[in-house]
């Protein structure tokens, strides 16, 4: 079985940075891409940021030049710093991780259940 748990999320002015984690535990033979997404209220989720198993990103436009996503390889473990926050990062922030569990098994897609980001204007 494989869980993803997400942390690092609280309540924080605007201009200030938090930096979520998200640590993969189980049975974990390889992990490909790993997400970010969030959820304003009355909103559908969001992609936020991705990268890729080869160490390509990409970013939603809002938050470009602010988040940076970033993983460690050997604790199994994604990060999404963010800086600059502003009110409209608001949101429920969820992970996703492409993961394969051993050769006999295909990359399924893995979520956590997220974790709250709240910034004061």
């Known amino acids: 079985q494989v869980q993803l748990v997400e942390s690092g999320g609280g309540l924080v002015q605007a201009g200030g940075s938090l930096r979520l984690s998200c640590a993969a535990s189980?049975?974990?033979?390889?992990?490909?891409?790993l997400d970010w997404y969030r959820q304003a209220p009355g909103k559908q989720r969001e992609l936020v940021a991705g990268l890729t198993s080869d160490g390509n990103t990409n970013y939603a436009d809002p938050v470009q030049g602010r988040f940076t996503i970033s993983r460690d390889g050997a604790t199994n473990t994604g990060f999404l710093q963010m800086n600059s926050l502003k009110s409209e990062d608001t949101g429920f922030y969820y992970c996703n991780m492409q993961i394969r569990r051993s050769t006999a098994y295909s990359f399924r897609s893995y979520w956590g259940p997220g974790t709250q980001v709240t910034v004061s204007s």
């Open positions: 189980g049975t974990i033979f390889s992990i490909a891409n």
